[in-house]
């Protein structure tokens, strides 16, 4: 069965450290993956997708996440956090057609002033 | 602009009453349509998905049930909740064919007590 792994269930960090989060799926035929952050009292949103192409994906507010087939990997990251990315981070695969998806556990991310 | 609503934000129900939640998509036809629960702790689970009126398909067996009466309304139901029930349930939507993202509501919080 496929499935997402997350490596890290919480992380803190001052303002301005290097964020990495690590993700790791297992293989599903067709590769389409995804970061999805939830910020405090809001809604599931996008970060960045790949579905193909060139493996290092630029999502929104500064964050990239590279894809790395050979270690069936797509980890995120920041160079430097601001407080406002305080929120849950999750990894997502789409598995067995019509884009479910299954997800990682997430990270809660802390980031101190 | 597409846009999904999801309610209620937060519900408090006994062991044994029914449940109804109900989402809606506004701004596209035909989409699919997808109910993910996270238990305290794990991930995403997709529940149900449904590529049009009336066709649902299960992921988990389970105590819930979805339909979906018209084009853009997918509904969650229970006869008799179960403690185990307890959780945050998201709605969420996707165009149908390959390389798309999915979208989500605000989601509910379930307590079942």
């Known amino acids: 069965a496929q499935s997402v792994s997350q490596h890290n269930h919480h992380v803190i960090l001052s303002e301005a450290a290097s964020l990495e989060l690590g993700c790791n799926y297992s293989?599903?035929?067709?590769?389409?993956l995804f970061w999805y952050v939830q910020y405090p009292g809001q809604h599931l949103q996008l970060l960045l997708k790949y579905f193909s192409g060139d493996p290092l994906v630029k999502g929104i507010k500064g964050f990239e996440a590279e894809f790395i087939k050979s270690k069936f990997s797509f980890n995120l990251r920041k160079p430097s956090v601001q407080w406002s990315d305080t929120a849950e981070y999750f990894c997502a695969s789409v598995y067995g057609g019509y884009n479910k998806l299954i997800f990682g556990a997430g990270t809660r991310l802390a980031v101190h002033p | 602009s597409q846009t999904i609503h999801q309610w209620p934000a937060t519900l408090v129900q006994p062991v044994g009453s029914p449940l109804s939640l109900e989402c809606t998509v506004e701004?596209?036809?035909?989409?699919?349509l997808y109910w993910y629960r996270q238990a305290a702790g794990r991930g995403l689970q997709l529940l149900f998905y449904?590529?049009?009126?009336?066709?649902i398909s299960s992921e988990v067996p389970q105590n819930l049930s979805a339909s979906r009466p018209q084009d853009r309304q997918f509904i969650l139901s229970s006869k008799k909740l179960l403690l185990s029930d307890s959780g945050f349930y998201l709605c969420?939507?996707?165009?149908?064919?390959?390389?798309?993202?999915?979208?989500f509501g605000q989601g509910t919080r379930l307590t079942v007590v």
């Open positions: 293989y599903g035929g067709t590769v389409n």
């Open positions: 449904s590529v049009g009126i009336g066709q």
């Open positions: 701004g596209t036809s035909n989409p699919n």
């Open positions: 969420a939507w996707s165009l149908g064919g390959l390389n798309t993202e999915a979208f």
